[in-house]
């Protein structure tokens, strides 16, 4: 009787003993496996200021918009930011040029996903985003705008990381002493023979108005893009600023294809001010796209001379802090991220709760539809001039 009683009493201890050491471990398991990524963040930190250099190549609207995040960056973790850029044609020709001469001075890129897309990623200079993926925040896709990651390159998915989407406007530029914005209620309306001589238009190549091609062809039609250009004969220009001078003297009361939606944004600061000019922000009958634009997508480059510098800006920036961050100083930039506040966001780029937008850069044809549009606008502007 005593033996059995030892005997069980001993088995009872050690069954003790291993089901609180399974429940050490597993009470034990998350904090390890959070100190694990905390010391990765930490040591990431140590690394990119032993680094000490981020270079960054900004197109112009995120060269307007996004200095203040670049530099907050700088300041909170201590790594200088260098910061260049300009046109993205100008931009991607710089790239690939001193890539050819074994030249790596870049680390991450925010041009047009045009740019990106037909001249970058074939040329084969981008790196991967997802394995640089370190914040458990940053990793989760519950957090963003239909529960998943954006990207600016929907055949792949891993090149082109979109961050913000503001809600998108016409693409049409007007001036209020000429045209009735009453008046344009469908994209087909800018055509009205009413019009002619006082029609603009960017360029429509492909750093200037390209991605307001590719949404032409893809919501209007193809054959409204043969209109614009050879009916409706717009007086072209590759330079925003002379077409907004002519807006404001009236020379012209309606414009296309000025650019991005920092060029766009500009016209509500001078209507601001007194200018007779308008952004169409109305939604036409065939729909409006929701574009991050150059100010709300980015590219790392493969070989980049900072890597650690890079990762680091990433997790932070893609955080709910480097994101909120974003929103406060870029009031234009409405984040993807759906977990912070939105209250910063100036209303007329705010997307609004419940409503599905249509964001064709994230389209699988979008790809394909942005290098045949842009392939057809050079055919038709050159058979023009003949």
Same mark, same amino acid.
């Given at each position: 009787?005593?033996?059995?009683?030892?005997?069980?009493?001993?088995?009872? =201890?050690?069954l003790s003993?291993?089901?609180?050491?399974?429940?050490?471990? #597993?009470?034990?398991? *998350? #904090? &390890?496996a959070?100190?694990?990524?905390?010391a990765?963040?930490q040591?990431? /930190?140590?690394?990119a200021?032993?680094?000490g250099k981020?270079?960054v190549?900004?197109?112009g609207?995120?060269?307007?918009?996004?200095r203040? @995040?670049?530099?907050?960056?700088?300041?909170k973790?201590?790594?200088?930011?260098a910061?260049g850029g300009? /046109?993205g044609?100008?931009?991607t020709?710089?790239?690939?040029?001193?890539r050819?001469s074994?030249?790596?001075a870049?680390?991450?890129i925010q041009i047009?996903?045009?740019s990106?897309n037909?001249?970058?990623?074939p040329?084969?200079?981008l790196a991967?985003?997802? *394995?640089?993926?370190?914040?458990? +925040?940053?990793?989760?896709?519950?957090?963003?705008?239909?529960?998943?990651?954006?990207?600016?390159?929907?055949?792949?998915?891993?090149?082109?990381f979109c961050?913000a989407?503001p809600?998108?406007?016409?693409?049409?530029?007007?001036?209020?002493k000429?045209?009735?914005?009453d008046?344009? $209620?469908?994209?087909?309306?800018?055509?009205?023979?009413k019009?002619?001589?006082?029609r603009?238009?960017?360029d429509?190549?492909?750093?200037? %108005?390209?991605?307001?091609?590719?949404?032409?062809?893809?919501?209007?039609?193809?054959d409204w893009? =043969?209109?614009?250009?050879?009916?409706?004969?717009?007086?072209?220009s590759?330079?925003? !600023?002379?077409m907004l001078?002519?807006?404001?003297q009236?020379r012209?009361?309606?414009?296309?294809?000025?650019? %991005?939606?920092? +060029?766009?944004?500009q016209?509500?600061d001078?209507q601001?001010?007194g200018?007779?000019?308008?952004?169409m922000?109305?939604?036409m009958?065939e729909g409006a796209d #929701?574009?991050?634009?150059?100010? %709300?997508?980015? #590219?790392l480059?493969?070989?980049?001379? $900072? *890597?650690?510098?890079?990762?680091?800006f990433?997790?932070?920036?893609?955080s709910?802090?480097?994101?909120l961050?974003?929103?406060?100083r870029? *009031?234009?930039?409405?984040s &993807?991220?759906? !977990?912070?506040?939105?209250?910063m @966001?100036?209303?007329a780029?705010?997307r +609004?709760?419940?409503?599905?937008?249509r964001v064709?850069?994230?389209?699988?044809?979008y /790809?394909?539809?942005?290098k045949e549009?842009t392939?057809?606008?050079?055919q038709?502007?050159?058979s023009?001039?003949?």
């Amino acid at each position: 009787m005593t033996t059995k009683s030892r005997g069980h009493s001993g088995f009872v =201890r050690v069954l003790s003993l291993v089901v609180g050491g399974l429940m050490l471990c #597993a009470t034990t398991a *998350p #904090a &390890l496996a959070q100190s694990s990524w905390e010391a990765e963040w930490q040591e990431l /930190q140590a690394k990119a200021k032993k680094e000490g250099k981020l270079s960054v190549a900004l197109g112009g609207s995120s060269s307007r918009d996004l200095r203040p @995040v670049y530099q907050e960056f700088e300041k909170k973790f201590g790594v200088r930011v260098a910061l260049g850029g300009g /046109q993205g044609s100008l931009v991607t020709s710089r790239l690939l040029s001193e890539r050819a001469s074994g030249v790596y001075a870049l680390d991450l890129i925010q041009i047009g996903i045009g740019s990106v897309n037909e001249v970058l990623l074939p040329n084969d200079v981008l790196a991967p985003i997802p *394995p640089q993926f370190l914040l458990p +925040e940053v990793k989760d896709e519950s957090g963003w705008l239909d529960g998943h990651h954006w990207w600016g390159d929907p055949k792949t998915k891993q090149y082109v990381f979109c961050y913000a989407l503001p809600q998108g406007d016409t693409g049409i530029a007007i001036n209020t002493k000429l045209v009735n914005p009453d008046d344009l $209620n469908t994209y087909w309306d800018v055509l009205d023979p009413k019009y002619d001589g006082l029609r603009t238009s960017g360029d429509m190549g492909l750093s200037v %108005g390209a991605h307001t091609v590719a949404t032409m062809w893809m919501m209007v039609g193809k054959d409204w893009l =043969r209109r614009w250009i050879t009916e409706a004969k717009p007086q072209l220009s590759s330079d925003t !600023d002379v077409m907004l001078n002519w807006l404001i003297q009236g020379r012209y009361g309606i414009a296309m294809f000025m650019g %991005g939606r920092g +060029e766009m944004s500009q016209l509500d600061d001078l209507q601001k001010k007194g200018a007779p000019v308008m952004r169409m922000t109305k939604i036409m009958k065939e729909g409006a796209d #929701a574009n991050p634009g150059s100010s %709300g997508n980015f #590219a790392l480059l493969k070989n980049a001379p $900072n *890597p650690n510098a890079a990762k680091l800006f990433i997790n932070w920036f893609l955080s709910k802090e480097g994101q909120l961050f974003m929103q406060t100083r870029f *009031p234009a930039g409405d984040s &993807l991220r759906v !977990d912070i506040p939105k209250d910063m @966001v100036d209303p007329a780029y705010r997307r +609004e709760e419940g409503v599905k937008y249509r964001v064709l850069t994230t389209e699988l044809e979008y /790809q394909d539809v942005l290098k045949e549009s842009t392939q057809y606008v050079e055919q038709l502007k050159r058979s023009m001039k003949k």
